[in-house]
């Protein structure tokens, strides 16, 4: 089975049909990664093709040293950094919880609180600045390492890891206030 | 230990990169400047479990989109080969052996007879109805190019097209009837939101509000959704209610559009 690396190394000779294993591989990681920025699905499935534009425009530009995938998410992250400053129509997030579809065998509250967790989570990461929240999802979400974010961030390690601290310092008070006034409501 | 450092070591200890034996020293560190020792643990744990944040599943056009500009890129591979010098270019194929020099002499030759035919036709012509020949001529032109590059294979020509189309004054029905076929019909949703917005500042011609309001069924890209129905609201457009209507029948329609059309549909009654 060929590697990313050779795949997109024929992609760039020219044979287009290799992309297709590509988008079958990171398309789905792609959304995720864009969803958990943007909370919507239908914004980032167009972020998705962007990238794949972007990987077609710039294939010349792939030399193959290093991860495939860190180039892919330093697109992504292009990608993402157009989209906010071009955009404003598509500046809106899914605030509202979808309804509750609860199976069979599931128990109806443990769905509940599992909602109402990603709710309280949801809103805590739009409490966050893209920079932090991009950095979070790409640790916790992607299992990325720091190096390997600052690569396709280009900026320092430390950099990245202070950004993620920080992220994780605000869920930490975000969450906390959040989870006190949802009780409230609730009571 | 000052502030920057422990933030740095937190972040390396909840994502997994730090050493055993470091880990023991940070905590021991921790521990003498009164902090609590279990606070890596902490935020690790918090970390760790954060809520996964299912992903909706994509819908059916995600990969039919994919498809579709993977094609177009291929198109317009093909179309710059053919225009190319080189082997099996259009512009090899008929001028092998003289290239670019003949090329530029030709051109230049092309230019001065021109030159001269218009100067000779222009002395025929009085005064006074020559600027208004010229501007009209160069509208003419403009329109010609634009249609050109409405229909062509690339999409980069074909945005340039609508760039162009929002900076001309004075566009004619068939460039206005063509920039509303983009809207509906162009493969390129970026090229699409363009041709909205485009459309959007020539509302005051009756054909294109009515073009604006009928485009809104036919798009399936929520962006372009989203901006037709912003376009149609900052309008005034009442005959967007309708169709608004069929628009949020529709089973597929995103949740977060959905609650956003209604938003401008309610403002609109």
Redesign the interface.
């Known amino acids: 089975m060929a590697t990313d690396n050779e795949l997109m190394e024929r992609v760039k000779q020219g044979d287009?049909n290799q992309?297709?294993a590509i988008?079958q591989k990171y398309?789905?990681i792609l959304?995720?990664f864009f969803?958990?920025l943007t909370f919507?699905?239908?914004?980032s499935?167009?972020l998705?093709?962007n990238v794949?534009?972007r990987i077609?425009k710039y294939r010349d530009n792939y030399h193959g040293d290093g991860q495939f995938s860190t180039w892919l998410f330093h697109l992504a992250h292009n990608v993402r950094n157009d989209h906010y400053r071009k955009?404003r129509?598509?500046r809106?997030?899914?605030?509202?919880v979808?309804a509750l579809e609860i199976a069979d065998d599931q128990n109806p509250a443990s769905v509940f609180e599992?909602n109402e967790?990603?709710a309280i989570?949801?809103g805590a990461l739009e409490e966050l600045s893209l920079e932090q929240r991009e950095v979070l999802i790409l640790?916790?979400?992607h299992g990325l390492?720091?190096r390997e974010i600052a690569d396709i961030l280009k900026c320092s390690e430390?950099t990245?890891?202070?950004r993620?601290?920080?992220a994780?310092?605000k869920?930490?008070h975000v969450?906390r206030r959040l989870e006190t006034s949802h009780e409230q409501e609730t009571v | 230990m000052n502030k920057?450092q422990f933030?740095?070591r937190?972040?390396?200890y909840?994502?997994g990169?730090m050493p055993a034996d470091r880990e023991a020293e940070f905590r021991d560190l921790l521990r003498r400047r009164g902090l609590d020792p279990d606070l890596p643990s902490e935020?690790k744990r918090?970390?760790d479990g954060?809520?996964?944040?299912?992903?909706?599943e994509?819908?059916p056009?995600?990969?039919r989109?994919?498809r579709a500009?993977?094609e177009e890129?291929?198109t317009d591979l093909r179309r710059r080969k053919w225009t190319s010098d080189g082997p099996g270019g259009r512009r090899g194929l008929f001028f092998p052996a003289f290239g670019r020099p003949f090329r530029l002499a030709a051109t230049l030759g092309l230019l001065l007879v021109g030159a001269l035919i218009g100067s000779w036709w222009t002395s025929l012509r009085p005064p006074g109805g020559r600027m208004s020949d010229l501007l009209a001529e160069v509208r003419g032109m403009k329109k010609t190019v634009i249609m050109a590059m409405l229909n062509n294979p690339s999409a980069t020509e074909r945005m340039k097209a609508v760039r162009i189309s929002q900076e001309t004054e004075g566009l004619d029905d068939d460039v206005i009837q063509a920039l509303l076929e983009t809207l509906d019909y162009d493969p390129n949703?970026n090229i699409r939101?363009v041709a909205a917005e485009t459309l959007a500042g020539l509302a005051q011609n009756p054909a294109v509000r009515q073009g604006l309001v009928v485009s809104l069924e036919r798009q399936e890209?929520?962006?372009v959704q989203?901006?037709l129905a912003?376009i149609l609201l900052a309008l005034g457009e009442k005959q967007a209610v309708s169709p608004l209507d069929r628009l949020l029948q529709r089973k597929d329609l995103?949740?977060?559009?959905k609650?956003?059309l209604e938003k401008v549909r309610q403002r609109l009654i």
């Open positions: 287009l992309l297709d988008y398309s789905r959304l995720a969803y958990r919507n699905a239908s914004v499935e167009d998705v093709h794949f534009i077609l955009n129509f598509a809106m997030t899914d605030n509202n979808q599992t967790r990603a989570l949801k640790s916790r979400y390492k720091y430390n990245v890891k202070a993620n601290f920080r994780i310092e869920l930490r969450y | 920057k933030e740095l937190m972040a390396e909840v994502n990169e935020y918090l970390f954060l809520d996964p944040l299912d992903v909706p994509p819908g056009w995600m990969d989109e994919y500009l993977v890129y291929r949703v939101l890209s929520p962006l989203l901006a912003d995103d949740y977060g559009i609650l956003r």
